[in-house]
């Protein structure tokens, strides 16, 4: 399974962007990028996943390097509910097998 | 979407018993995996539960262990046998939805505690 690398924790203010970034530069042409996130007790949910294009959807946005050797997850505003670890996993279409890595705690700041 | 619920939610066993987990989905799906999350860790595929088959179980987890059930295409149950405190994690079930890609719903879990 392709590696991906993340920061182990960051910090924002509510209603600011937030741009948590993630390398994968071990990424094959067939590997999707999927992001989800895991609020405090609870399990995880999707959020976005793209293969070459960036990507938008009303929770967040995807931008996605021209050589797909990183990608960033934006939350565009913010709220005290986005605090959560958020992973961002690599995988064939309909791979099915997610492979976590630590991911990325964020935490916001009222 | 899928909204999937597990029984129970949290558990409190002495070691050396067994613990049987339920996983309750909405709507009939084909896959459906377990994950363990050791404390302060993240999640770890035990195994992928298909309806009509044995499950498949990923490296370090053994059937004896952790013995699956998938009945239909709505339940599953993992059970935890011969419990220890290095057992004592959260463990959710997860199924994916035909044709959304590796878009993947989670339960809420379950909090095993080991004595």
């Known amino acids: 399974d392709a590696k991906t690398t993340q920061p182990n924790s960051m910090e924002s203010n509510e209603e600011e962007p937030v741009h948590l970034p993630c390398n994968h530069s071990t990424i094959s042409g067939t590997d999707y990028i999927h992001w989800y996130r895991q609020l405090p007790s609870q399990g995880p949910e999707y959020v976005i996943h793209?293969?070459?294009s960036n990507v938008n959807n009303r929770m967040a946005s995807l931008a996605i390097a021209e050589d797909r050797k990183s990608s960033t997850l934006i939350l565009h505003r913010a709220t005290l509910r986005d605090a959560a670890v958020y992973y961002c996993?690599?995988?064939?279409?309909?791979?099915?097998?997610?492979?976590f890595g630590q991911g990325t705690r964020l935490t916001i700041n009222p | 979407s899928a909204v999937i619920s597990q029984k129970p939610s949290r558990d409190i066993c002495q070691r050396g018993t067994s613990l049987t987990i339920q996983c309750q989905v909405d709507?009939?799906?084909?896959?459906m995996f377990w994950y363990r999350q050791q404390p302060g860790q993240s999640l770890t595929l035990i195994a992928t539960a298909n309806q009509g088959s044995e499950a498949t179980y990923e490296s370090g987890f053994v059937i004896d262990k952790f013995p699956i059930s998938r009945p239909n295409l709505t339940f599953s149950t993992l059970t935890v046998s011969n419990m220890s405190p290095e057992d004592s994690s959260i463990y959710l079930c997860?199924?994916?939805?035909?044709?959304?890609?590796?878009?993947?719903?989670f339960g809420p879990g379950t909090r095993l505690t080991v004595t």
């Open positions: 793209g293969l070459t």
């Open positions: 996993i690599l995988g064939g279409w309909g791979a099915q097998k997610l492979v």
């Open positions: 997860s199924v994916q939805l035909p044709g959304q890609g590796n878009e993947q719903y």
């Open positions: 709507s009939q799906v084909t896959m």
